[in-house]
């Protein structure tokens, strides 16, 4: 990228002058670009206008178990939207790729955004679990068995918990 007449490095403006930059250069490509600059990180996802969504480019490595290639996605994503959806898949990546402490921040705020979202409550409940903070656990899962008692997910997970049996533990993947 040449990055000739923009703003030095340490100006206020020169963040955005990067994004602008870089979102100009790829819409004349003919391609959709979300693009963040964090801690001097530039990170982006790039697909042709006439292809697939960010999301649901994501959501489909996801569904496919491509964990690790989507978890990039879902970080920035996660920053640029504050989708719960895409909260949730997030949490629930870092999770099953064993960054279990890393999750519980999307995960939390899934439900702070979306409290119904039963499947984030049950993630955050394993994911507790797999802290070995079966206290956490157990108020999460209960509070999912008063959302939906009938649910499997919740009820074989609460009874893991409950019987501190750590093989019962998984999270809805449907």
């Given at each position: 990228?040449?990055?000739?007449?923009?703003?030095?490095?340490?100006?206020?403006g020169y963040?955005?002058?990067?994004?602008?930059?870089?979102?100009?250069?790829?819409?004349?490509?003919?391609?959709?670009?979300?693009?963040?600059l964090?801690?001097?990180?530039?990170?982006?996802?790039?697909?042709?206008?006439?292809?697939?969504?960010?999301?649901?480019?994501?959501?489909?490595?996801?569904?496919h178990?491509?964990?690790?290639?989507?978890?990039?996605?879902?970080?920035?994503?996660?920053?640029?939207?504050g989708?719960?959806?895409?909260?949730?898949?997030?949490?629930?990546?870092?999770?099953?790729?064993?960054?279990?402490?890393?999750?519980?921040r999307?995960?939390?705020?899934?439900?702070?955004?979306?409290?119904?979202?039963?499947?984030a409550?049950?993630?955050?409940g394993?994911?507790?679990?797999?802290?070995?903070?079966?206290?956490?656990?157990?108020?999460?899962?209960r509070?999912?068995?008063?959302q939906?008692?009938?649910?499997?997910?919740?009820?074989?997970?609460?009874?893991?918990?409950?019987?501190?049996?750590?093989?019962?533990?998984?999270v809805?993947?449907?």
């Amino acid at each position: 990228v040449d990055l000739a007449g923009l703003p030095p490095r340490d100006d206020p403006g020169y963040g955005q002058a990067v994004l602008n930059l870089l979102s100009l250069e790829y819409a004349v490509k003919g391609c959709t670009a979300a693009i963040t600059l964090q801690d001097g990180v530039i990170r982006g996802i790039v697909v042709p206008q006439e292809g697939i969504e960010p999301q649901e480019y994501v959501l489909g490595l996801l569904n496919h178990g491509f964990l690790e290639d989507a978890l990039p996605s879902l970080e920035i994503l996660s920053e640029m939207t504050g989708d719960a959806e895409i909260n949730f898949n997030y949490g629930l990546c870092l999770s099953e790729l064993g960054r279990v402490e890393e999750a519980l921040r999307p995960l939390q705020e899934c439900l702070r955004t979306l409290p119904e979202h039963l499947h984030a409550r049950v993630a955050l409940g394993v994911a507790y679990t797999k802290l070995d903070n079966l206290d956490q656990a157990e108020s999460v899962l209960r509070k999912a068995a008063e959302q939906k008692s009938d649910d499997y997910w919740v009820n074989r997970n609460l009874a893991g918990v409950l019987s501190n049996d750590t093989l019962a533990f998984s999270v809805y993947n449907g």
